[in-house]
């Protein structure tokens, strides 16, 4: 068994190996990307900005059951299961460039989507609906006020009707929440900065880091690809009798 036969066999089996620890952390990764996708759904008009997650799961899965596949074909050196191992990585590596691409078009549109749905949600605000709870919500969780920033509320229904020249509670500063009465007059008592920003800058890191995994695991994929490609043509040229045989052989 030459040097090539042995690297490749070794690239394989580690790659076989690595489809469980790969489909665990891909696995974290679209549950987490949905997570934070659902805790920002109200401000998100497109639902197919979770398809890039949706994707990534599916991948995990498929990822559990092929390690096996792998490991059988590679030990056993077997043209069948090699053949179906380099199918189903093909496979894989495809779907990996799909979510990678749509990650990277969801990406550039989180800021547009945030501005305009986020704007109508405030407007919503009266106190006591359920957008008035999402709201208070997130501006407590993000530490923001407003849209933009906090004058934002100077042009919501709710100002107005209220008539108190203030801004809801949870806009205050988490250390300020016993003296502040959330009045405009007393600024140094409220988060100043918008909440869209914050949105937009979580929802990009999150995508981003999506990205950048779903990326390291394709590149994975294009060597294991090569190394079937090499020992598959080794063992044709060779003459090269397996180790082992079996149902795959």
């Not at 069948?80 to 990650?103: D, K, Q, S």
């Not at 993000?142 to 107005?160: H, R």
């Amino acid at each position: 068994m030459d040097c090539g036969v042995i690297t490749s066999k070794t690239v394989l089996l580690l790659l076989s190996l690595i489809f469980w620890a790969a489909g665990a952390g891909l696995a974290y990764v679209g549950g987490y990307v949905i997570s934070t996708y659902k805790n920002y759904d109200h401000f998100l008009q497109d639902k197919y900005a979770l398809l890039p997650a949706v994707i990534i799961i599916c991948v995990a899965v498929v990822m559990f059951i092929i390690g096996l596949v792998g490991c059988c074909g590679t030990i056993r050196e077997s043209r069948v299961g090699l053949g179906i191992f380099l199918v189903i990585i093909l496979m894989i590596f495809i779907a990996e460039v799909a979510a990678f691409v749509l990650g990277f078009i969801y990406k550039e549109k989180v800021k547009s989507d945030v501005q305009g749905t986020m704007q109508t949600v405030f407007q919503k605000y009266d106190g006591k609906s359920s957008e008035t709870h999402i709201v208070d919500y997130l501006q407590q969780q993000l530490q923001c006020c407003g849209v933009s920033n906090y004058s934002d509320w100077t042009a919501t229904q709710w100002f107005n009707s209220t008539g108190n020249d203030s801004v809801p509670l949870s806009c205050c500063k988490q250390d300020m929440n016993s003296t502040c009465t959330g009045r405009l007059s007393e600024p140094q008592y409220l988060n100043t900065q918008g909440c869209a920003e914050k949105v937009e800058s979580g929802l990009q890191s999150v995508l981003s880091y999506a990205m950048l995994v779903i990326l390291g695991f394709a590149i994975v994929k294009f060597f294991g690809m090569l190394s079937v490609c090499v020992l598959t043509c080794k063992r044709e040229d060779n003459g090269y009798q397996p180790l082992y045989s079996g149902v795959f052989a």
